[in-house]
């Protein structure tokens, strides 16, 4: 079979070296360009630890990635909001597919793109074209179309996918939800900071970006979208001593006439045939040692009655309507590369999973 030529600039942070692994095995691509200024004239294999021909290659600087790019069918951009502002436009017209893993294309309103990065978007007509890439909410056909994906961020990732089908469903009230997520370190990108240092970080537990973190707005886009009006949210980040993994806990309230047995059909209906949706029995067993490693994402809940609770356990102790949903994901796969893959497939039709079902965690 004739492999298609792929790009991944912005190669050396986190999400693209993982970027860089998953196309180095996927069966219809052939990674033919890798672009890093901090890892410029050295091999694949050296610094992602990647063998055979895609190990061979060696980083490009970025200043001639879309130059260079423009021999390749498609480009996943690892690469900062300012930096993507600038090589989207460049790579379209060579003719390209681009999957962006930053935010510079997810936010449909400019405005909430002003107040969410600190910029001006140049090009708000591919604001309004840009596909936000979340396959399992309905998006895959006009992923299929597109020629730019937004790739979802990671806490937004996180949380779409646990709430948005109960808000489409009306399942839930109308008083807004509340998303308390917890990511490792390396969602804070690769950078070199004292507050990111293993001393600074190991044994500790704290929130950050209070109030003003700049995922809230496409997680409060999602959650609109789903529902057909404006919901109210309230968004925490927490950083774990972990490397990987994202667990969010998302409260909402659930409508007036509908029960956490109906937010389990809704779930269950809906991710019944999704490849990388885990629903869990319950809200206790959600793991990231489940999902670590993998483009899966796991969920369970559990909700707040007079009698049983949603898996015919014991009677809640929390107050009636009550709902919690907990989702996990790996921040840098189906948060981040993985997922950009998974779009990358959609895509170029293949097939979805195509890369991504080998991928596996290490738990035990």
């Given at each position: 079979m004739d492999r298609t030529p792929i790009a991944v600039l912005g190669a050396s942070g986190y999400s693209g070296i993982e970027a860089t692994r998953i196309l180095a095995q996927h069966p219809r691509a052939e990674l033919r360009v890798v672009a890093s200024d901090r890892w410029q004239g050295e091999t694949v294999e050296k610094r992602a630890g990647v063998r055979g021909p895609a190990g061979r290659l060696r980083y490009a600087?970025?200043?001639?990635?879309?130059?260079?790019?423009?021999?390749?069918?498609?480009?996943?951009?690892?690469t900062p909001v300012d930096a993507s502002l600038q090589l989207v436009p460049a790579l379209l017209a060579a003719g390209l597919k681009v999957v962006d893993l930053s935010g510079a294309f997810r936010l449909a309103d400019a405005r909430a793109f002003r107040a969410a990065y600190g910029l001006e978007h140049p090009?708000?007509?591919?604001?309004?074209?840009?596909?936000?890439?979340?396959?399992?909410?309905?998006?895959?056909?006009?992923?299929?179309?597109?020629?730019?994906v937004a790739n979802p961020g990671c806490y937004p990732t996180a949380a779409a996918l646990a709430v948005a089908p109960l808000?489409?469903?009306?399942?839930?009230?109308?008083?807004?939800?509340?998303?308390?997520?917890?990511?490792?370190?390396?969602?804070?990108?690769?950078?070199?900071?004292?507050?990111?240092?293993?001393?600074e970080v190991m044994d500790d537990f704290r929130a950050y970006r209070v109030l003003r973190h700049q995922h809230t707005p496409e997680i409060s886009q999602a959650f609109s979208r789903a529902a057909?009006?404006?919901?109210?949210?309230?968004?925490?980040?927490?950083?774990?001593?972990?490397?990987?993994?994202?667990?969010?806990?998302?409260?909402?309230?659930?409508?007036?006439?509908?029960?956490?047995?109906?937010?389990?059909?809704?779930?269950?209906?809906?991710?019944?045939?999704?490849?990388?949706?885990?629903l869990a029995a319950s809200a206790d067993e959600v793991s990231l040692k489940a999902v670590v490693g993998t483009n899966r994402c796991q969920i369970g809940l559990a909700g707040a009655a007079d009698g049983p609770d949603a898996s015919g356990g014991h009677h809640s102790m929390a107050s009636p309507g009550r709902l919690v949903v907990i989702s996990a994901i790996d921040?840098?796969?189906k948060g981040a590369a993985g997922q950009a893959v998974q779009n990358l497939n959609l895509a170029l039709g293949w097939p979805e999973t195509s890369g991504l079902d080998t991928l596996r965690g290490f738990n035990p």
């Open positions: 600087p970025q200043d001639r990635a879309a130059e260079l790019a423009r021999e390749c069918a498609a480009a996943l951009l690892c090009r708000p007509d591919l604001l309004a074209e840009s596909v936000y890439g979340l396959p399992e909410l309905g998006a895959r056909e006009a992923i299929g179309r597109a020629r730019l808000l489409r469903a009306g399942v839930l009230a109308s008083e807004g939800v509340i998303v308390d997520a917890a990511s490792g370190t390396t969602g804070a990108g690769r950078k070199a900071t004292e507050e990111m240092s293993f001393t057909g009006r404006e919901v109210p949210l309230t968004f925490t980040a927490h950083l774990l001593p972990l490397r990987r993994g994202i667990l969010a806990t998302c409260y909402a309230r659930l409508a007036e006439d509908k029960t956490a047995a109906d937010a389990v059909t809704v779930l269950s209906h809906i991710y019944a045939a999704e490849p990388f949706l885990d921040n840098l796969v």
